[in-house]
């Protein structure tokens, strides 16, 4: 399991771009109600891993900032929720119950 993705942060932002083609850091922030610094830590971690990409452009005059899931992460992505899906799907053990 992906211990990069585990981190619930990290879990939600790419959960939200598995989504999307692209998404823009305000949408991404508001959308998790995250602050910019924690958006940015943990959007900077999953870049470093190869995750996602960071674009950097302009609206009109105003800078702006877009997200992308790229293969890589999309495959860490899917195999995390593959792995938390057998997790779960596994019958529990049953315990012997003793009355107190």
């Known amino acids: 399991?992906?211990?990069l993705i585990h981190t619930p942060a990290r879990l939600q932002i790419i959960s939200l771009l598995a989504t999307a083609t692209e998404a823009e850091f305000a949408f991404v922030r508001d959308s998790l109600n995250m602050s910019d610094s924690v958006v940015s830590k943990h959007a900077g971690a999953l870049e470093k891993a190869g995750y996602i990409e960071i674009r950097k452009g302009y609206v009109?005059?105003?800078p702006r900032t877009w997200f992308k899931l790229t293969k890589e992460g999309r495959h860490a992505f899917d195999d995390y929720i593959t792995t938390?899906?057998?997790?779960?799907?596994?019958?529990l053990?049953?315990?012997p119950q003793t009355d107190h």
């Not at 938390?84 to 019958?91: A, D, E």
């Open 84 to 91: 938390l899906q057998q997790i779960v799907g596994r019958p």
């Open 60 to 62: 009109g005059k105003r």
């Open 1 to 3: 399991m992906a211990s």
């Open 93 to 95: 053990t049953a315990t």
